[in-house]
C-alpha cells in the first residue's frame, strides 16, 4: 500500500483482505503489504489488519513482512496490527522475515500484535513470529503468535528463527507478556546476530526479566544485586567468570561448562 512512510507518518485503522505480492528474481530491501520502508520514521502503524490468503513471495528481498518489511534508525510503533492467515498463508523472504515486521530498528515498540496461521520462511536468515531480527534496546511487549512454522534456509542460520523475534543484535531488548501456541519453534528470541557467519550462529544465552542478552558473559556485566539471570542455551566459557554480587543463576535445565 505504502513504498515508504518518514518522520511522524501515522498509517491506522484499515483491513487488507487477501494480499499476493511477488518480487520474482529482484535483489534489494523491502516488502510488505502495508507499509514497505519506514524511514527515519517516528509515527507508528496502529491496528492494522492483514487477513484471508496471504503470499508473500519475496525470495531475494531483506526486510519481508505482512506490516512492515523495514524500519530504519527511527523510532516506530507498531501496535495492535493483525495477520490472521487462511491456510496455506506464507511469508517468504532472504533474510529478516517476519510476521508483523522484517527488520526492526533499536528504537522500535512493537506491542499488542497478533500473527495467526501463517509459515514464514527466511531463505537465507532470521525469520520471527513478530520480527526477522530486532536491534538492541527495542522492545516488544503483549504479543501473540499461534498456529505458525518458520525456517530458516542457511545452514549456518539455523537457530536464527523464534516465535516473538528472530535474532537480536549485540546489547538487550526487551520482549514481554508473550502468548505462543503451537509454534515451530517455540523459542522467545532465536539467536545473536553475525553478518554471513562461517560456523553456526550462537542461540541467544540468557535472560533477566523481560531483557534478553546474546551472551551469558553480557547478562553478568548487566545483574545487579537479588536479580536472576535465566540461562536459554548451553553455555561455554573460555576463562572463570568472577561474580562479586549477590545474584541468582537459574540453570533453566541448561549447563555452564
Known amino acids: 500500500l505504502f513504498g515508504a512512510i518518514y518522520d511522524n507518518a501515522v498509517v491506522k485503522n484499515f483491513t487488507i483482505e487477501n494480499v499476493t505480492i511477488n518480487t520474482g528474481e529482484f535483489?534489494?530491501?523491502?516488502?510488505?503489504?502495508?507499509?514497505?520502508?519506514?524511514?527515519?520514521?517516528?509515527?507508528?502503524?496502529?491496528n492494522v489488519n492483514v487477513i484471508g490468503n496471504v503470499n508473500i513471495n519475496a525470495k531475494n528481498v531483506t526486510g519481508t513482512a505482512a506490516i512492515v518489511g523495514y524500519d530504519y534508525s527511527g523510532k516506530l510503533t507498531v501496535k495492535d496490527c493483525s495477520v490472521i492467515a487462511n491456510q496455506g498463508s506464507v511469508i517468504t523472504g532472504a533474510a529478516y522475515v517476519g510476521g508483523i515486521v522484517g527488520y526492526a530498528?533499536?528504537?522500535?515498540?512493537?506491542?499488542?500484535?497478533?500473527?495467526?496461521?501463517?509459515?514464514?520462511?527466511?531463505?537465507?536468515?532470521?525469520?520471527?513470529?513478530?520480527?526477522?531480527?530486532?536491534?538492541?534496546?527495542?522492545?516488544?511487549?503483549?504479543?501473540?503468535?499461534?498456529n505458525v512454522t518458520l525456517t530458516a534456509g542457511h545452514e549456518n542460520w539455523q537457530n536464527s528463527v523464534?516465535?516473538?523475534?528472530?535474532?537480536?543484535?549485540?546489547?538487550?531488548?526487551?520482549?514481554?507478556?508473550?502468548?505462543?501456541?503451537?509454534?515451530?519453534?517455540?523459542?522467545?528470541?532465536g539467536s545473536a546476530h553475525a553478518d554471513h557467519p562461517t560456523s553456526p550462529v550462537a542461540k541467544v544465552q540468557a535472560r533477566i526479566g523481560d531483557k534478553y542478552y546474546t551472551t551469558f558473559v553480557a547478562a553478568l556485566a548487566a545483574a545487579q544485586a537479588s536479580e536472576t539471570i535465566t540461562l536459554l542455551d548451553n553455555v561455554t566459557l573460555a576463562e572463570t567468570a568472577t561474580?562479586?554480587?549477590?545474584?541468582?543463576?537459574d540453570l533453566n535445565g541448561k549447563t555452564v561448562t
Open 27 to 46: 535483489t534489494g530491501n523491502n516488502a510488505a503489504a502495508v507499509v514497505g520502508f519506514a524511514h527515519s520514521c517516528t509515527g507508528s502503524v496502529e
Open 105 to 146: 530498528s533499536s528504537n522500535s515498540t512493537l506491542n499488542g500484535n497478533t500473527v495467526n496461521n501463517i509459515n514464514i520462511d527466511a531463505t537465507s536468515c532470521a525469520a520471527g513470529g513478530i520480527a526477522g531480527i530486532m536491534l538492541a534496546t527495542g522492545s516488544a511487549d503483549s504479543n501473540t503468535v499461534k
Open 162 to 189: 523464534a516465535a516473538i523475534i528472530g535474532c537480536m543484535t549485540d546489547g538487550t531488548i526487551t520482549v514481554s507478556n508473550s502468548t505462543i501456541e503451537n509454534v515451530t519453534p517455540s523459542a522467545v528470541v
Open 243 to 249: 561474580i562479586e554480587k549477590a545474584i541468582t543463576l
